[in-house]
Structure formats: C-alpha cells, structure tokens
C-alpha cells in the first residue's frame, strides 16, 4: 500500500503562482511513477502532470505546458507541482496518483494504483 497526502492548495488570483506537494508514506516511493490529475465540477478527471519514477522524463496535458511544473524527491518520498500563471479554468480538485514503475508512465487515470484524498485549488479571476 501507499498512502498520499497532498497540500498546498488555497484560493489565488488570475496571473498567481501555487505550489502544490504530494507526501508519499508505505512502500517504497521510487517504485513508483507519479502523476497529478485534476476535476473540476462537473468533469472528469484529467491528466495535468506525471513524472518516472527515477524522474528522468516528465509528461504534461497540453492546457498546463509551459505554466506547470512537476518534479520529484525519491529522498523525500515527495512529488511536487508547481503552478505559475494560473488561471480561472486551472480551478479543480488536484490530486496526485502512483504508479508501479513495472508499467510506462500514463496519462490514463486507470492506470496509477494509489490516489490522495485531493487539495483544492480555486482561481478568481
């Protein structure tokens, strides 16, 4: 098993920056790839970020390359998501996910093993 948590979401302004963190407890976290999806109301849950597990390569939804960043810190057990240039549409649920790294890194949801409970994120414009 592996328990994720993450944190760092809140309220911010159109154009704003937020960092988001996703703690990773229980087995061992660089057997695992990690991504970052979101939901907003009403929608499915979407791929926004993912990353290997030895963080060698990155992959990211269209609507948020060039404006997030995902990184990762096996000593940690910690992935990261760093959003710059939010904007109203970024609103959402973000929650982070793992991954067996026996499998290649995904964009689809169904194919990460683990999720967190979810940090919302709110962007007023």
């Known amino acids: 098993q592996v328990q994720l948590e993450e944190s760092g979401g809140g309220l911010v302004q159109a154009g704003d920056s937020l960092g988001l963190s996703c703690a990773a407890s229980?087995?061992?976290?660089?057997?695992?790839?990690m991504g970052w999806f979101r939901q907003a109301p009403g929608k499915e849950r979407e791929f926004v970020a993912g990353i290997t597990w030895s963080g060698s390569m990155t992959y990211y939804a269209d609507s948020v390359k060039g404006r997030f960043t995902i990184s990762r810190d096996n000593a940690k057990s910690t992935v990261y998501l760093q959003m710059n240039s939010l904007k109203p549409e970024d609103t959402a649920v973000y929650y982070c996910?793992?991954?067996?790294?026996?499998?290649?890194?995904?964009?689809?949801?169904?194919?990460?093993?683990?999720w967190g409970q979810g940090t919302q994120v709110t962007v007023a414009s």
């Open positions: 996910a793992a991954a067996h790294r026996r499998t290649s890194l995904s964009r689809n949801r169904n194919a990460y093993d683990y």
């Open positions: 229980g087995r061992t976290f660089s057997s695992y790839h």
